[in-house]
């Protein structure tokens, strides 16, 4: 069956401007995770949602991040005012979050370059 | 902040051998899983082993974990070329109420041909 997908593969854009990412989790994934990858590092905790609410967004580095997820599947992070130091890998995942079943399922990842 | 070390943070093999890698965590977990991540992009989920479990296999892979002392071994038997990647183990942060994977910062194997 189809896995998480998320688009664009790779953004380059200037410090300043804004950026959306865009994941599509695995259809009937109720929980809906953020993370970022910097180089040579493991990923870190953005965000998690639990149908259309962000459940824990303890993770997001300040308020220029944002995401959404307004019917529960798909869901979108957004990045205003971009920084060279938000350039990173950004990962989806998705789980059935059941009683029990934890395992997250990870999207290819969004390579943002900010210049 | 990362709870997870792994350990080596690299790791080069002839083709055949054995790998270990090893992961220590900080906190308690209920669960630990471990991910194998290829050219930087997404990660494979390869095992889970819950916190009341000691060893766990799924073919090549073993997977010990030691919550006395708070670590964790993923073993790669009989490498093959293509077992190239990085590691990552991931505590589930359940237990303090919050569903977030905690990732260590990776062991990079290289099994060279």
């Known amino acids: 069956g189809a896995g998480v997908s998320q688009t664009p593969s790779n953004k380059v854009t200037e410090k300043g401007k804004y950026v959306e990412l865009r994941c599509d989790p695995i259809s009937g994934h109720t929980a809906l995770y953020w993370y970022r990858q910097s180089l040579g590092q493991g990923p870190e905790f953005l965000i998690y949602f639990q149908g259309t609410g962000a459940a824990d967004d303890s993770g997001l580095p300040n308020d220029r991040f944002f995401a959404v997820r307004p019917e529960g599947s798909v869901s979108t992070l957004k990045i205003q005012r971009t920084e060279r130091g938000d350039s990173a890998v950004y990962l989806c995942?998705?789980?059935?979050?059941?009683?029990?079943?934890?395992?997250?399922?990870f999207g290819p990842g969004t390579r943002l370059l900010v210049l | 902040s990362q709870q997870g070390e792994e350990d080596p943070q690299a790791l080069s093999i002839q083709e055949g051998e054995n790998a270990t890698m090893n992961c220590s965590y900080k906190t308690s977990i209920n669960n630990l899983q471990w991910y194998r991540q290829n050219s930087g992009r997404g990660l494979v989920h390869l095992i889970l082993?819950?916190?009341?479990?000691r060893e766990k296999h799924s073919g090549r892979l073993r997977v010990t974990l030691d919550t006395s002392k708070k670590s964790s071994s993923l073993l790669i038997t009989a490498s093959r070329a293509a077992d190239t990647a990085s590691y990552f183990c991931a505590t589930d942060a359940r237990f303090l109420g919050a569903q977030k994977l905690v990732f260590g910062q990776g062991t990079r194997l290289t099994i060279n041909p």
């Open positions: 995942a998705s789980s059935l979050d059941l009683a029990g079943v934890e395992t997250q399922y």
């Open positions: 082993i819950r916190s009341n479990e």
